[in-house]
């Protein structure tokens, strides 16, 4: 079975330019989240999606920042207009959602540069 | 608001030895406690998962346990190889959310 899929891998855009980052859930999969990494803060939770439906969002840094879920096993995240302040690897991770949390798994990620 | 710590930072011994990795948080209301790989430039590959109702969790030679009273858990490497190098990162995932709330990660490098 295909694991989180994410496209692109890299990015490198300029400061001001609209960037959209995809990722494709693991099949049967039902809960969706958006992480982003830097090394000042880590792993971050942006917003996850059960059933396409956002429940969470309150991670996203502000409004030039949006997610959607279009259908079932599809996600963008796309940030309009990029900052520098943007570079970092994003991470898009797959779940059944239950009762209870369970194993995430994550894509390979995308690294964006912000010039 | 949840915190996740992993001390040390950076580890690095010689190959075959065992060892051990710390992860503490600070509110012990979770459902599951997770181990991830990350390679360099990589994506995080899961290791083991530990509800919090059990108290360790085994995969080859990794063992994860969990004192959720204490709000700690240790993943213990055996015989480990060079192969083993990588950033080990625990998160946990807090009651009433579905969230990851992750560590910092130690770096660990095996030497040959």
């Known amino acids: 079975d295909a694991g989180v899929i994410q496209s692109p891998r890299h990015e490198v855009t300029e400061m001001g330019q609209e960037v959209t980052l995809r990722c494709k859930l693991i099949s049967g999969h039902n809960s969706l989240f958006w992480y982003r990494q830097t090394m000042m803060r880590g792993l971050e939770l942006l917003i996850y999606f059960n059933n396409n439906v956002p429940i969470d969002d309150s991670g996203m840094p502000e409004d030039r920042f949006s997610a959607k879920m279009p259908n079932a096993s599809f996600s963008t995240l796309k940030i309009q207009p990029s900052e520098p302040r943007d570079s970092a690897v994003y991470f898009c991770a797959s779940s059944l959602a239950g009762l209870v949390p369970r194993e995430q798994f994550f894509g390979p990620g995308t690294r964006l540069t912000v010039l | 608001k949840q915190e996740v710590t992993q001390i040390p930072a950076a580890l690095s011994v010689p190959e075959g030895e065992n060892l051990v990795l710390n992860c503490s948080f600070t509110d012990s209301a979770i459902y599951n406690l997770q181990w991830f790989r990350q390679d360099p430039g990589k994506g995080l590959t899961s290791l083991l998962l530990i509800q919090s109702s059990q108290r360790e969790q085994t995969s080859g030679r990794l063992n994860a346990s969990l004192d959720k009273s204490s709000g700690r858990s240790t993943l213990y490497i055996a015989a480990s190889q060079p192969g083993d190098s990588a950033t080990y990162l625990c998160?946990?995932?807090?009651?009433?959310?579905?969230?990851?709330?992750f560590g910092q990660g130690t770096r660990l490098t095996i030497n040959p």
């Open positions: 998160a946990v995932s807090p009651q009433g959310a579905q969230k990851l709330v």
